[in-house]
């Protein structure tokens, strides 16, 4: 701890994931923004007028920041500036600027618009698309506190905020009490947990586990959210043609709908796992002793069982992304193959609408493309080009994170993005003004159904 009374941190390795989780842990209340451009810019260009974060009016006056006072000024009748001044600590800043005086100003004259200004430049200019602002207050010595973080969008961390708070993908910013959300997840489990003991006790702890806590497989999962999806929208099939927002419900039902799904399978799943690894499969009296020297003895096994839970999570987001499309394709009556091994063993996600015709050399077969899907790209997307050879490539994902300078890079080798409907205007992405990003809906609309009657 400093002399002024801040917890201070030094960052390597994984010290982010254990700051965030640790600051999770002890903070109070979590204000947690997903960035505008806007929001990065100002530390990115010299010419851009915002000099910090902007702040809705609800979480300016929600309480989480000091109430502000109107400003003395010279010119008794101009607009009244409101304002408040507080400490920050920003643990990811170099030394001399992990201390910062910030300040929260509302320009009354320019209607709602307020910001959060002095700031670590540093803790910005860097940052992803869509990237987060997390905020934890918490009382130290009869004072407020104020610990200030920023996640990447294309970081592990940021997969871990998401999942320590439950946060939606189409989440922009929010109030969180941390330990108010790790008592709604125990009571999610609390009564499965019951069950799981009385299992144990009975000794049918691994039929248990096959019948209850069991994870479907990828496609079955896949098929459980889009049918939740079809019934709440009053839906047979999910024909992309007779969707407003394709892409939007593609969004929906791998990232928000199906995410949900797996969670709680997950849950379960792991913790039949942990009690095995633990206490084995045959009900015996335990010491407290016992059970903590398992714990110890186990520890490689359950390390492990962590990491295949992350693993699971990621690989099971791009298989079922490819499920959702698939699905999309067939109820419009779209042809296609999957997977198809073409030259130098390349196998492109879907080829519309065949092989054969793509292949063909007749002139009609410029009409058909390839289309890969992927979840996230990060440096992912450079692989599709070993896919594309002369042939038309369209690239889908929901990603938010993704760059500008990548963008064109994409454009330069001829691929291109088709993303959710939501993503192209928001103003945390940078798809915006790229002419190879299209929607699902222009996709479908320009691309797929002009060229339908050729590939029938």
């Not at 002139?363 to 070993?386: D, F, N």
Request: with cysteine; hydrophobic share 40%; proline share 5%.
């Amino acid at each position: 701890m400093n002399e002024q009374g801040f917890l201070d941190f030094e960052i390597g390795g994984d010290g982010l994931a254990e700051i965030l989780t640790e600051f999770l842990a002890r903070a109070d209340k979590v204000l947690v923004k997903k960035l505008s451009n806007n929001d990065r810019d100002w530390a990115r260009f010299p010419n851009k007028h915002q000099a910090g974060v902007y702040i809705p009016a609800e979480q300016r006056e929600g309480g989480f920041f000091p109430p502000l006072e109107v400003k003395a000024r010279a010119d008794a009748d101009a607009a009244p500036i409101r304002e408040a001044w507080f400490d920050t600590l920003w643990p990811q800043a170099t030394a001399d600027m992990r201390l910062k005086r910030s300040r929260i100003v509302h320009y009354t004259s320019k209607g709602a618009e307020t910001h959060m200004t002095r700031l670590p430049k540093e803790c910005f200019e860097q940052l992803s698309p869509a990237s987060f602002l997390v905020m934890g207050q918490y009382r130290q010595d009869k004072r407020i506190v104020y610990e200030c973080l920023t996640i990447d969008s294309a970081s592990d961390e940021a997969e871990l905020l998401l999942t320590l708070l439950d946060i939606k993908p189409d989440f922009l910013i929010g109030e969180f009490e941390p330990a108010e959300v790790r008592a709604r997840e125990q009571d999610q489990v609390l009564g499965f947990a019951e069950e799981l003991i009385a299992a144990w006790i009975a000794g049918r702890i691994v039929e248990f586990g096959t019948s209850n806590a069991a994870m479907p497989k990828t496609e079955e999962l896949a098929g459980l959210a889009r049918a939740r999806f079809l019934e709440a929208h009053r839906l047979n099939k999910l024909n992309p043609f007779e969707i407003a927002r394709p892409g939007d419900a593609l969004r929906e039902i791998s990232r928000i709908i199906e995410w949900d799904l797996f969670r709680g399978f997950q849950r379960r799943e792991r913790a039949v796992e942990l009690v095995r690894i633990v206490l084995g499969d045959e009900p015996r009296d335990m010491t407290m002793a016992e059970i903590i020297r398992r714990l110890i003895d186990e520890l490689p096994r359950i390390d492990a069982l962590m990491l295949s839970a992350s693993q699971q999570r990621k690989s099971r987001a791009g298989y079922s992304y490819e499920h959702h499309i698939e699905a999309m394709l067939t109820g419009g009556n779209i042809p296609f193959e999957k997977q198809v091994v073409i030259e130098a063993k390349k196998r492109p996600d879907f080829i519309l609408p065949s092989l054969a015709f793509v292949s063909s050399g007749r002139e009609v077969a410029a009409t058909g493309l390839i289309l890969s899907a992927k979840t996230t790209l990060r440096e992912r997307w450079k692989q599709v080009e070993r896919e594309k050879g002369e042939r038309r490539l369209y690239l889908a994902t929901v990603d938010e994170n993704i760059a500008g300078n990548a963008i064109l890079d994409m454009a330069g080798i001829g691929v291109q993005l088709v993303i959710p409907e939501s993503l192209m205007d928001a103003k945390e992405t940078e798809y915006a003004g790229h002419p190879n990003v299209l929607t699902f809906r222009r996709f479908c609309d320009e691309v797929l159904s002009p060229n339908l009657h050729f590939w029938a």
